[in-house]
Nanobody, 116 residues
Framework: QVQLLESGGGLVQAGGSLTLSCAAS????????TGWYRQAPGKQRELVATITTGGYTNYADSVKGRFAISRDNAKNTVNLHMSSLKPEDTAVYYC??????????WGQGTQVTVSS
């Protein structure tokens, strides 16, 4: 199993920036996909961004141009830099890893609140 620990969430004003970090308990170098999802109150969990081992990135349309995902295989971390934050970005953000055997692992989540 892979344990994921998110950090970096908090309260920020609209227009501000935050960087979320996810630390994995095991090597992620062979994990084909890592990423971030979010869930706002009363809504389903949705994809924010993913990044593959080859560095290919995919973003939700709502965050394109504002968020940037990166992964450091040497440090077993996945980061999400968020800028130009909007109140609608308020949600619990979850780190996600798909193992080489296609098992999905999730972190406990970190709250991001954007005030207007």
């Amino acid at each position: 199993q892979v344990q994921l620990l998110e950090s970096g969430g908090g309260l920020v004003q609209a227009g501000g920036s935050l960087t979320l970090s996810c630390a994995a308990s095991k090597s992620i170098v062979s994990c084909p996909v890592t990423g971030w999802y979010r869930q706002a109150p009363g809504k389903q969990r949705e994809l924010v961004a993913t990044i593959t081992t080859g560095g290919y990135t995919n973003y939700a349309d709502s965050v394109k141009g504002r968020f940037a995902i990166s992964r450091d295989n040497a440090k077993n971390t996945v980061n999400l830099h968020m800028s130009s934050l909007k109140p609608e970005d308020t949600a619990v953000y979850y780190c996600y890893v798909r193992s080489p055997l296609s098992h999905d692992y999730w972190g406990q989540g970190t709250q991001v609140t954007v005030s207007s």
